[in-house]
């Protein structure tokens, strides 16, 4: 079976991430959304509430699993028999650092990295924007599913802003 991973933070999951996702279910036979530990990263969602969001925003698409891993990607792939990672790029901005981890990943383990141009729409989208814009009361309704938009508000409500 042609298997692809599509991995990431997903803190929250955007319609940037969604494109990506949708056009590699279009690609591959199974896509996995993998919800990964990025150690730089601090977290606003558990990583079940991230996995629920991309449940609920990719039922309808058949050929998507969503999954957890708090280990190396390339673990994942090799205990999961997935042969290609899918990213997406939006700017040079990203290039330099997604290289980086395609070349350690297909070093350490033959897995190939493939990456999609992000629609021209969502380049300047990330979930580190979104939250900074929700933190202060900013609109992202066009940025993110209305459910995780309620999320954040809910999550910022929680956190006494
Ligand atoms: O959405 P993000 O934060 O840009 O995703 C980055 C992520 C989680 C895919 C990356 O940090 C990752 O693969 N983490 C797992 C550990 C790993 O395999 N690191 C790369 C090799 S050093």
Known sequence: MKRAVCPGSFDPVTFG???IIERASAQF?????????NRTKSSMF??????????KTTSHLPNIRV??????????????????????????????????????????SGVETMFMATAPTHSFLSSSLVKELAYYGG??????????????????????K
């Open 17 to 19: 991430h969604l494109d």
């Open 29 to 37: 036979e199974e896509v996995v959304v993998a919800v990964l530990v």
């Open 46 to 55: 558990t990583v079940t509430e991230r996995m629920e969001m991309i449940v």
């Open 67 to 108: 999954d957890s891993w708090s280990g190396l990607l390339v673990d994942y792939c090799k205990t999961n028999e997935i042969q290609s990672i899918v990213k997406g790029l939006r700017a040079v901005t990203d290039f330099d650092y997604e290289l980086q981890m395609a070349q350690v990943n297909l070093q350490g």
């Open 139 to 160: 609109e992202v309704s066009t940025m993110v599913p209305e459910i995780v938009d309620r999320a954040l508000k809910s999550r910022v409500e929680e956190s006494g």
